[in-house]
């Protein structure tokens, strides 16, 4: 059984340019979200998707995008790279439709944008 | 404010010693309470969850105490596995399925 898979697992980009991150959610899993953990912080919100629907958004510029797939998979598109975009970029699936499920966390994306 | 405060250490400790972790929440409409464990350049793993009665998993212990908006994780007996960065993590929703606000992580390191 497959967990929660992402790539690339780093990626290094200029300021200016755009980056896209994929995730694949466990196998069962509906629902996909994604988390920017800066060194020394914890994980930050960015957006929830189900149904291939934003269903929920953190405090992040719209520059921060996603889209996610009918197969469940989803993409983080960032674009305008800052130096503060650098960080773990953590995407998280789980089951919607049972509240007793957990939600699992994939290995994460290294972005270091120079 | 942040919305969950942790202390981030990093407590240092030897292996036997009992140690604990504390965090505030500010939203007192919180619904479920976490601790999650974080390996250096690891994802984030789910420790355990947090009910009010309190909740024991072998040598750890989790409280919550809703008057207060506080957190706390007991590990007695700690082991060298053990060093890592201990995350409180709160949601507005009932389980961890949706939208999971995490503190800073607070870093242990048990030494032989």
């Known amino acids: 059984d497959a967990g929660v898979t992402q790539s690339p697992t780093h990626l290094i980009k200029t300021r200016g340019q755009q980056v896209t991150l994929r995730c694949s959610p466990k196998?069962?899993?509906?629902?996909v979200s994604w988390y920017q953990q800066a060194l020394g912080q914890g994980p930050q919100f960015i957006f929830q998707?189900?149904?291939?629907?934003?269903?929920q958004r953190g405090n992040f510029p719209d520059r921060f995008s996603g889209h996610q797939f009918p197969n469940y998979s989803s993409e983080l598109n960032v674009n305008a790279l800052l130096l503060g975009d650098s960080a773990l970029y953590l995407c998280a699936s789980s089951l919607l439709s049972t509240s007793t499920d957990t939600q699992y966390f994939g290995p994460g994306t290294r972005l270091t944008v120079l | 404010r942040k919305e969950v405060e942790q202390d981030p250490g990093p407590f240092n400790v030897p292996e036997g010693a009992t140690v604990a972790f504390n965090c505030t929440y500010s939203?007192?409409?919180?619904?479920?309470f976490f601790w999650y464990r974080q390996d250096c350049r690891k994802e984030p793993k789910l420790l355990m969850s947090v009910y009010s009665s309190g909740n024991e998993d072998g040598r750890f212990t989790a409280q919550l105490n809703r008057a207060s908006q506080y957190i706390s994780l007991l590990i007695r007996d700690s082991k060298l596995s053990d060093s890592a960065t201990y995350l409180c993590?709160?949601?507005?929703?009932?389980?961890?399925?949706?939208?999971?606000?995490f503190g800073q992580g607070t870093t242990l390191q048990v030494k032989p």
């Open positions: 939203n007192s409409a919180s619904q479920s």
């Open positions: 196998s069962g899993h509906d629902t």
């Open positions: 993590v709160v949601s507005l929703f009932p389980s961890n399925t949706g939208k999971l606000i």
């Open positions: 998707y189900y149904e291939e629907e934003e269903r």
